[in-house]
């Protein structure tokens, strides 16, 4: 059998050639290029806004949770400074020997109720600081607040407590104040002998 030929609308038609894009003029190349450029820039230069923004909300951020941290910390500062005269009136009374055994039992309960005022203020960080007769004196915790002449306490410890001092965490809301004992004076010698007589002119 022969093979029947296509016909030729059936046969295969060979394809286009691509067609050439128009020739873009290098003005508006250029402009093109330069707007990308700009957009590039201005994308950076946004970034670069927000990650400083980001960094300065940051910032701001952990400041003021530091500074909450801190009020919250000391807090109770200005009630413990109002109630200083207190504790020290109770310090005072609670140091002198009782004149009765009927005084006696008041200094016991006041000491009670002192006690318990005292673990409620070391339960909120307070830190009393009583230095004792003897003790090294401490520009950390103490105050001088003068020197007394004594042989009875080595010289430039602590002689006298008139108010201790107290902390509040790390900070110092008052320092104890102390005298700091000296040497006792010692009187000038008195001359044991007069000065010696001049000497007479000499004679002829």
Known sequence: MQEETPSVGEQAQEPEAPKKGKKVPKEKLDEAMAQIAKLTADLEHWKTEYYKAYA??????????????????????????????????????????????????????????????????????????????????????????DFTETDEVAEGKVCKVYANGYFLHDRLIRAAMVSIAKPIAKPEAAASEEAPAENPPHQA
Do not use: C, W
């Open 56 to 145: 300065d909300t940051q910032n701001l951020r952990k400041s003021l949770e530091a500074e909450a941290r801190t009020a919250a910390r000391y807090r109770s500062a200005g009630f413990l400074t109002e109630l200083l005269p207190s504790l020290d009136a109770f310090n005072i009374a609670l140091q002198n020997e009782p004149p009765s055994p009927e005084t006696k039992n008041y200094l016991i309960g006041f000491q009670y109720i002192f006690n318990q005022i005292k673990s409620a203020l070391e339960a909120e960080g307070v830190k009393e600081v009583a230095p004792k007769v003897g003790d090294e004196f401490s520009l950390d915790s103490m105050h001088a607040v």
